[in-house]
């Protein structure tokens, strides 16, 4: 029973900018209908036994039905997202279907660089902090399940194939930590030395990562159990900032930013090893710089050609899966931090980096043009799709909101107060490979 | 006599309390009117671009993440002109990029003051 949220409850939080006392109030509330909750069980219970006794179970059922959920109404997470509001060490659960804020969770640690993963009930959110906190959360009744801090620094994590291991990648100290997804306990230790980047989950239970100073790639396989079987693929280029796993779980890319191109690893065939992506691309251009580390897990999707951004190059690079052949590149506004794919993959949406951070520009696929440029406002950070695509969310940190945009017409659909939004993480990502 | 001997007193006096402020002061190698040629109206969007922007690699408490921790500890002995120039210039073969043509070397060198007194 406790899979009612209560909405009056949380917006009236929500009203109240993130306050020691308001966190206060607004546990305390949820305690009281969290003790609840068992009593509204065994009433439920008691209700069908006695309707199945008498025979009137039509009417008595009906009659347990409204008893459980008069004051909270049962509810699916499948329209449901979470918000991470970084300097306030707090996430917003949100509703993209009434494009609405149920609740504020806060005490969650610094989350200046931190992201999500959900469990495959899409019930639980697993956050990974900058401060090595790994945090579980019910969005459902908007608590904090456990939180524990796992390491000092980490940078992003991943969930296993079968849901029950989580995976945190962390830079101090360098490696990945593998946990009990029920009960965050650890599993595994793989230490590295060095700062891990891009973890991403693959088919047959296994994580693949990114070392950043070493240049290398591991693949950690749990498929036999708790003690994992590590593949390791030296020299596959300077300096990986960001990696991705494609959405059929086929392959591996990994961004450089120590030398020009990417980096693929096929994972239906590892024994090939890793293969360099465009070496050529960018040679012999000057460098611009860059002022925000670009992401490469927009592009998820199993879309061809894929999107990726250029690294101190005004431009977003388009590539045939599987011959990496570059296709196109698309020049735009600056230098690109997002280039995510609208689910239909007829789309590519890309913010940037500072100080061109209040600019979004919409790309063709079929076209390869960009064929939109807009303003939403100051510090676009993130973006992200409803799981059809009809509309998507930008995070606005400097403007203290998020907003609501049509993608079809590009009409600005609603708005949501958030202090200082950036990640944004809806809840279709949980049966995503990739993500 | 007396008013004579009262002034060179008094004079002695302020010239002891000069020293004491001056060597109160962190050692700076950047003039202390600098800071003040800063606006508070600037001085306050520095502190955002530390805190937000810096703060996407050094993390929003300096505690790191892809670039160095950046707490009054981490600096120590890390003279003023290399920061100042690192901020400025960036760091060739690291992430760092060159600030310059956004923050002028006052306002890099202010910021460098502020990393070391370990702002919140």
């Known amino acids: 029973m406790s899979m009612c949220l209560n909405r009056q409850d949380a917006k009236q939080d929500f009203l109240e900018p993130p306050r020691r006392q ?13 003790a609840l909750a068992p009593w509204r069980f065994v ?6 036994l006695a309707v199945f006794r008498s025979g009137r179970f039509h009417v008595v059922f009906l009659a347990a039905l409204l008893t459980a959920c008069a004051a909270t109404p049962l509810r699916g997470t499948g329209d449901l997202g979470v918000v991470i509001e970084r300097a306030s060490g707090s996430v917003l659960i949100v509703d993209t279907t009434h494009m609405s804020t149920l609740a504020r969770v806060q005490g969650l640690g610094d989350l200046s660089h931190a992201s999500l993963v959900y469990s495959r009930d899409e019930r639980y959110a697993y956050v990974f902090g900058r401060d090595g906190g790994l ?8 608590r904090i399940v456990k939180r524990i801090v796992q390491s000092g620094n980490s940078i992003g994590g991943a969930i296993s194939q079968d849901g029950k291991l989580i995976a945190v990648s962390n830079y101090e100290p360098g490696g990945v930590k593998v946990f009990d997804a029920e009960t965050l306990e650890q599993v595994a230790d793989i230490p590295t030395g060095v700062k891990v980047v891009g973890l991403a989950d693959a088919p047959g239970q296994r994580f693949v990562f990114s070392l950043f100073e070493s240049g290398a790639i591991w693949i950690a396989d749990f498929s036999a159990g708790r003690t994992p079987e590590l593949t390791k693929f030296d020299h596959i280029g ?12 086929r392959y591996y890319l990994a961004g450089l930013f120590g030398e020009n191109g990417l980096t693929e690893l096929d994972l239906w065939h590892p024994e090939a090893g890793a293969r ?12 611009l710089p860059v002022f925000k580390m670009p992401h490469l897990q927009g592009w998820s999707l199993a879309g061809d050609p894929i999107f990726v951004p250029a690294v101190g190059l005004h431009e977003v690079l388009a590539i045939e899966r599987g011959t990496w052949k570059q296709i196109a590149r698309i020049p735009v506004h600056s230098q690109p931090v997002f280039v995510i794919g ?13 100080p061109d951070n209040d600019t979004v520009q919409v790309i063709d696929v079929d076209t390869l043009k960009v064929v939109d440029t807009f303003k939403p406002g100051k510090a676009v950070l993130h973006l992200e799709f409803t799981p059809r695509g009809e509309a998507v969310w930008i995070s606005l940190r400097d403007e203290d909101r998020i907003d609501i945009y049509d993608t079809a017409t590009l ?7 958030a202090e200082k939004p950036s990640g944004i993480f809806f809840t279709h990502r949980a049966h995503r490979i990739g993500l | 006599m007396t008013t004579s001997i009262a002034a060179r007193r008094l004079s002695l006096l302020f010239a002891a309390a000069s020293v004491l402020i001056a060597s109160s002061a962190p050692a700076l190698s950047v003039e ?9 109206g600037r001085q306050a969007q520095l502190k955002y671009l530390l805190a937000q922007d810096c703060g996407s690699c050094h993390g929003m408490t300096r505690k790191g993440g892809l670039g160095p921790a950046l707490l009054p500890d981490n600096l120590a002995g890390k003279p003023d002109q290399l920061l100042v120039a690192t901020i400025l210039d960036g760091r060739t073969g690291t992430a760092m990029p060159p600030w310059r043509g956004q923050l002028t070397e006052a306002e890099a060198a202010w910021l460098v003051q502020q990393l070391r007194r370990g702002v919140e």
């Open chain 1, 276 to 287: 360099r992506v465009l070496p050529e691309y960018g040679k012999g251009e000057q460098k």
């Open chain 2, 32 to 40: 202390p009117s600098i800071e003040v040629s800063i606006a508070p």
């Open chain 1, 43 to 48: 009433l439920v219970c008691l209700g069908v």
């Open chain 1, 238 to 249: 300077r300096e990986p900032y960001d990696g991705l796993v494609f959405g059929d779980g």
């Open chain 1, 342 to 354: 609208r689910p239909d993959a007829r789309q590519v949406w890309v913010n940037f980096a500072h």
């Open chain 1, 411 to 417: 009409k600005r659909l609603g708005t949501l107060p």
């Open chain 1, 135 to 142: 945090t579980k959360i019910d969005i459902l009744t908007a």
């Open chain 1, 22 to 34: 308001d966190a206060k109030f607004f546990l305390l509330k949820n305690d009281f209908l969290g």
